[in-house]
């Protein structure tokens, strides 16, 4: 069995204690405790607090943009935003820890670590816009390429990740499908 680096353990542990109190509210000495690791050892690892979570955050986005890019990698059009609604709705299911800390520091643009991940969030709209224009062209609305802009893909996570947040927090019942279906009935508005 192969033994999981240091630094994911590290950033899983930081996961879990800021799923129950917040970025702001955890600590070092918290994350370390949960990690099993001595604190001397976080800092091996990571220079500080932020830097730990904007690799959580980062590495989030990361695996958000992979699941999509792998979901739209055979389909287009409709069919592609509901692989994509699909794969997103997937991603928040196994990990709702970091859904939630996501959803929260999301639009906090006051963290140190809001320009380092920047570019990961952008990848993550500019993925769903590109959807959104597939959708426009094959229903027969063809709009200039710049009608549908990153605002569009930027609504479009939104209604995901709050539909999604939604669902495993005060639904868990509802079946994946069901909670896609939901969401993509605002498309078709």
């Known amino acids: 069995m192969?033994?999981?680096?240091?630094?994911?353990?590290?950033?899983?542990?930081?996961?879990?204690?800021?799923?129950?109190?917040?970025?702001?509210?955890?600590?070092?000495?918290?994350?370390?405790?949960?990690?099993?690791?001595?604190?001397?050892?976080?800092?091996?690892?990571?220079?500080?607090?932020?830097?730990?979570?904007?690799?959580?955050?980062?590495?989030?986005?990361?695996?958000?943009?992979?699941?999509?890019?792998d979901a739209r990698s055979n389909v287009v059009g409709g069919v592609a935003l509901r692989a994509v609604t699909v794969a997103t709705l997937t991603v928040l299911q196994q990990n709702p820890a970091r859904a939630k800390i996501v959803a929260s520091e999301m639009f906090r643009t006051d963290r140190p670590w809001v320009d380092a991940i920047k570019p990961a969030r952008s990848t993550i709209v500019v993925l769903y816009r590109d959807v959104l224009r597939e959708v426009a062209q094959e229903s027969g609305h063809h709009p200039e390429p710049d009608a549908?802009?990153?605002?569009?893909?930027?609504?479009?996570?939104?209604?995901?990740a709050g539909a999604g947040l939604e669902w495993l927090l005060f639904h868990p019942e509802q079946p994946l499908e069901s909670v896609a279906d939901q969401v993509l009935m605002l498309t078709k508005a």
Request: hydrophobic share 45%; aromatic share 8%.
């Open 2 to 69: 192969a033994r999981t680096p240091t630094r994911d353990i590290i950033m899983s542990a930081a996961v879990s204690v800021a799923a129950r109190h917040g970025i702001s509210g955890s600590s070092m000495d918290e994350i370390a405790e949960k990690a099993h690791v001595a604190k001397g050892s976080l800092y091996y690892h990571f220079p500080s607090k932020d830097a730990i979570f904007e690799n959580v955050l980062q590495s989030g986005f990361d695996r958000l943009a992979d699941a999509i890019r």
């Open 148 to 160: 549908i802009t990153e605002t569009a893909g930027a609504a479009f996570f939104g209604a995901i």
